[in-house]
């Protein structure tokens, strides 16, 4: 069975995932879809640092602004909605790249994970998050912690979504969600797939957030943030938790100043691009680039088309695995 091409490009947020996309879609004939968690969103430009209209450069881009921000969005619309965009993208003649920072999702793709059984009318999930708003981040963190210590590993204790889901999962299957991932991970992938992860040395990483978040402010996210909470959002919606816009939302609530939303900010992105990393280096069938060893963007398409194998043949873009992969 002939498998469909899909081409990853991954890695920490900051770390050049957006220009080095473009470059090699325009290259290689690709359209992008976005594996991020937050650029779904409509309305919240600023603080997911959203490619541009421009920045796009006539690139056709999927998965960006298709949710509104107070609707919740799961892994498994994801899954539905990146399969119908492979899809047209095949339809179209292109080759489907898959770029983002968010690995449970881009996992969810490469392996076509299974999550079993779903809370169909969401009683348990709408009990979980009665208890979460009740008795805090903590308690729920430590409640995950005790039946699925593996999970809690990888989940911020501040990830209301991805404990609730992980508690659920629990209740609904009897099971660990950790182990079923592994399992899940283990599956041969459906698609012909090349997955390179962007990794920046740390120091350069860091800094490039911190620049980054400082010039999100300059652009206006504390007025992105003032004109959400005006349109009915609050930090109750699952898109007003996501970094940039929880720590703002204390800040016009009076309980920090600026000045620490803006370093919270900071901090936080980091601890995230961290987890990033980790999520990144336990997977299989990677190759790592630092992208800040090579000239400019067109060598690091250079090295990828490289690393890819592609060819023209009589019209059609093939991918040849390379022996030393």
Request: glycine share 6%; charged share 30%.
């Amino acid at each position: 069975m002939i498998k469909d091409k899909l081409i990853i490009l991954a890695g920490p947020t900051a770390s050049g995932k957006t220009a080095v996309s473009v470059d090699l879609a325009k290259r290689i004939g690709g359209e992008i879809i976005s594996a991020d968690s937050m650029q779904i969103y409509r309305g919240m430009d600023i603080g997911t640092a959203k490619i541009t209209a421009d920045e796009m450069q006539g690139v056709k881009h999927y998965l960006i602004n298709v949710s509104d921000p107070k609707e919740d969005f799961n892994i498994v619309k994801f899954q539905n909605m990146v399969k119908c965009s492979i899809e047209e993208i095949k339809k179209n003649g292109h080759i489907p790249i898959l770029v983002g920072g968010t690995g449970f999702y881009i996992q969810s793709i490469i392996y076509d994970i299974n999550f079993d059984k779903e809370d169909d009318n969401g009683s348990i999930r709408k009990v979980l998050e009665e208890e979460y708003d009740k008795m805090g981040a903590d308690f729920m963190y430590e409640k995950l912690k005790k039946i699925d210590s593996i999970s809690a590993e990888n989940i911020h204790k501040n990830n209301k979504k991805r404990i609730i889901r992980a508690i659920e999962y629990f209740l609904i299957n009897n099971a660990l969600i950790s182990e079923h991932n592994e399992l899940q991970r283990k599956k041969t992938s459906p698609y012909d797939f090349r997955f390179f992860v962007l990794n920046p040395k740390r120091d350069i990483l860091y800094d490039r957030i911190n620049k980054r978040v400082d010039k999100m402010v300059e652009k206006g996210l504390v007025d992105e943030v003032k004109s959400l909470i005006e349109s009915g959002l609050s930090i109750d919606n699952i898109s007003m938790q996501g970094i940039g816009y929880k720590e703002i939302v204390e800040y016009l609530e009076g309980n920090i100043p600026l000045d620490k939303a803006v370093e919270n900010i900071k901090q936080n992105t980091r601890h995230m691009a961290k987890r990033q990393v980790t999520w990144f280096k336990r997977e299989r069938d990677v190759i790592y680039i630092d992208p800040f060893e090579f000239e400019n963007n067109e060598k690091i398409v250079d090295y990828m088309v490289e690393k890819i194998g592609i060819k023209n043949n009589y019209g059609k873009i093939v991918m040849e695995r390379k022996d030393n992969e």
